[in-house]
């Protein structure tokens, strides 16, 4: 399809549900090729989910509901769909989530208002977040937030956009995020295609730009919220949580109610990924997980759809 633009990420064109398939746009292949991929059984939806080219909490949980409601439709038997999709992401809260929406309905229908639900919730929690914004802020967020990992506005990225829009952003840092850039080649793209000013990091080049005094606040999203509001997102978040408290610089969490974990108390009990060590050497050993957790106390505010939450969290994000 070769290039694209930020303009033409519809929802449906960032994941949707075909009659034979459920539709990826290729997030590996971002931002140089704007490609689909065409998942025909709810297996190769999952193998999308693990190889990263559809992510982002709430776009995964969007494909998972797709692959579940597609599973159905070829007959395939809907609790090995159900586990085999629900194996792909285990960090995630929002796979599970929506797969145990679609399973009272699993239908097209109930999986594309899933859809539906979390753009809307992108676009709430924006709207909430833009008042953690001073005029002229200078923003940095890690990883990828965006319509791409929502499947349609965005959460930080949308945070971002809408205080953008109101005229109180002047700089978005943008940390690259090893090992698979996808702020790099994922957020400096849709910030650029949205004509915001932006800039991409390294991510060990965070600490510096901290301690002079050119970054007013951090902005990211979270796979997982424990109930008391400790935060898993793309490993490296913890890091600048807690650079952050050294430079006394907010540091916020932007996430749909989908994300909020009640079952799990707090961290401890989020399961990490750990990916393969050939995404960082193929010589050596190497260790390499796809997330880490910041602790509550780090984290300034957490916004949803619901509004603007204040520690302690136990006490102020909603139950889902």
Known sequence: MG????????????????????????????????????????????EAIRTLAVRGAPAIGVAAAYGLALAVARGEDPDIAYETLAASR?????????????????????ARRIHED?????????????VLF??????LTHCNAGGLATGGYGTAVGAIRAAWEGGLVEHVWVDETRPLLQGARLTAWELEEL????????DSAAASLMALGKVDCIVTGAD???????????IGTYSLAVLARHHAIPFYVVAPTSTLD?????????PIVERSGDE?????????PAFDVTPAELIAAIVTEQGVHRPPYLASLPRP
Request: net charge negative; aromatic share 2%; proline share 7%.
């Open 224 to 234: 997982r919220i424990a109930a008391n509001g400790d935060s898993a997102n793309k």
């Open 90 to 110: 285990p960090t995630a809260v929002n796979l599970r989530w929506a797969l145990d929406e679609m399973r009272a309905d699993p239908t097209p229908e109930r």
């Open 118 to 130: 979390e753009v809307e919730r992108c676009k709430q929690m924006s709207a909430h977040a833009t």
């Open 195 to 202: 004509g915001i000013p932006q800039t991409v990091i390294v």
């Open 280 to 288: 960082i050497t193929s010589r050596f050993p190497a260790h390499n």
């Open 3 to 46: 290039r694209g633009n930020v303009a033409s990420l519809t929802p449906d064109r960032i994941v949707r549900l075909d009659d034979d398939a459920v539709v990826v746009l290729d997030q590996r292949r971002l931002p140089e090729d704007v490609v689909e991929l065409r998942c025909a059984s709810s297996a190769a939806v999952a």
């Open 134 to 139: 001073e005029p002229s802020s200078k923003v």
């Open 262 to 270: 009640p079952t799990t108390a707090d961290g401890s009990g989020i």
